[in-house]
């Protein structure tokens, strides 16, 4: 079992709801006035533009605060974010990536550095353990659009590489350069996707025992309540029966 989304699960029940949404709605935003700075402030323009609105809405974001985050692009004030990428190693000698929107580099640098440190990891090159992960495009479907045949029957005649259907939804996954074609072929079949985004996919995964996934689930925890990370990545797998201890 690919232990990260279980991961996020927990840390979301375990944490203050509220706490976590007003954190996520903050990220989303920056992503947003990101991607309204790269082109026009206007989601039938702006590709990019339009996939940060449709996440940000997959995650319940008020229509104002969509609104304010497009707007605080055109504005004189409006700060310049980096988009930098670290990677480094976890316990056990588990890979992780971290994707971050700075406006200081030195900050993030080092808060990113520190967090790894606290956990008994290391914050390594660039390039130090991407190799091990495939740079892919991820297309979020909620249970509801049809059973894993539809979906897969659609992901194939969009182009898609594969498909991941469980009770929670349905994953489908395609080349990096192949995401809004691929996107906009399964809307015109499935509705409009929950998320659409670029993720990095472990080629391959690390089993960790319960102690070393604890330690995970603080280091995943703790980059992700920085300001500045948007994304976590990893490679680690945990049992059933670990992750059921976990999740008590």
């Avoid at 316990?91 to 971290?98: E, F, H, R, S």
């Avoid at 353990?129 to 740079?135: E, L, W």
């Avoid at 297309?139 to 005649?157: F, L, P, R």
Wanted: include cysteine.
């Amino acid at each position: 079992m690919a232990g990260h989304s279980q991961f996020k699960n927990i840390m979301h029940r375990k944490g203050k709801q509220d706490g976590i949404r007003s954190k996520m709605f903050s990220k989303l935003a920056r992503e947003i006035t990101v991607a309204a700075k790269t082109g026009l402030p206007d989601i039938t323009m702006n590709a990019a533009l339009r996939l940060a609105v449709q996440n940000a809405k997959a995650q319940s974001m008020p229509k104002d605060n969509i609104d304010r985050a497009i707007k605080k692009a055109s504005g004189a004030d409006a700060e310049t974010y980096d988009a930098v990428r670290y990677e480094g190693y976890g316990p056990g000698g588990t890979a992780v990536i971290v994707e971050a929107l700075t406006d200081n580099r030195n900050r993030t640098a080092s808060n990113v550095r520190s967090i790894f440190t606290k956990a008994g990891g290391a914050l390594g090159e660039t390039g130090s353990v991407s190799f091990s992960f495939d740079h892919v495009g991820e297309i979020t479907y909620k249970v509801s659009v049809g059973d894993a045949d539809k979906v897969m029957e659609a992901a194939i005649e969009a182009g898609a590489d594969d498909v991941v259907s469980d009770e929670e939804g349905h994953t489908i996954y395609c080349g990096f350069e192949d995401m809004n074609e691929v996107s906009k072929a399964l809307e015109a079949v499935l509705g409009e996707a929950d998320t659409v985004k670029a993720i990095w996919k472990a080629q391959n995964t690390i089993e960790v025992d319960e102690e070393k996934a604890q330690s995970l689930m603080k280091l995943i925890g703790n980059l992700e309540d920085d300001d500045d990370v948007q994304n976590v990545y990893s490679n680690f797998e945990v049992s059933d029966e670990v992750m059921a201890k976990l999740s008590a």
